[in-house]
């Protein structure tokens, strides 16, 4: 029985591998909005050569989808390095902005 459970164990270690992580919040269905602590660009995937769709300024906010998603490449934006992104939608855009730059409430 012990030997079947470290089998399962690594197994589910393995599977793991190679995957990206996205972690929400307890309520799937909760709404968030997402503050611009400094104008950021809306790109259209969670990297700083996305292309760039919009810009929310700063103090202005946007609908988000109360979801943190982390790439793979890290960057520095607003004092600080981090691989965290926001999914969010402004005036019929979406797409996502640096995670330190922005304040994430729900609603």
């Given at each position: 029985?012990?030997?079947?459970?470290?089998?399962?164990?690594?197994?589910?270690?393995?599977?793991?591998?190679?995957?990206?992580?996205?972690?929400?919040?307890?309520?799937?269905?909760?709404?968030?909005?997402?503050?611009a602590?400094e104008?950021?660009i809306?790109?259209?995937?969670?990297?700083?050569?996305?292309?760039?769709?919009?810009?929310?300024?700063?103090?202005?906010?946007?609908?988000?989808?109360?979801?943190?998603?982390?790439?793979t490449?890290?960057y520095?934006?607003?004092?600080?390095i981090?691989?965290?992104?926001?999914?969010?939608?402004?005036?019929?855009?979406?797409?996502y902005?640096v995670?330190?730059c922005?304040t994430?409430?729900?609603?």
């Amino acid at each position: 029985m012990r030997a079947g459970r470290i089998l399962g164990a690594s197994m589910g270690a393995a599977a793991l591998v190679g995957t990206s992580f996205v972690v929400a919040t307890p309520a799937a269905a909760a709404s968030c909005t997402a503050k611009a602590l400094e104008t950021v660009i809306i790109r259209s995937t969670t990297s700083t050569s996305g292309t760039a769709l919009a810009q929310i300024n700063k103090g202005s906010s946007a609908s988000a989808d109360c979801t943190m998603h982390y790439a793979t490449s890290s960057y520095e934006k607003c004092g600080i390095i981090s691989k965290r992104w926001v999914k969010v939608t402004r005036s019929g855009v979406t797409g996502y902005v640096v995670g330190t730059c922005v304040t994430v409430d729900q609603v």
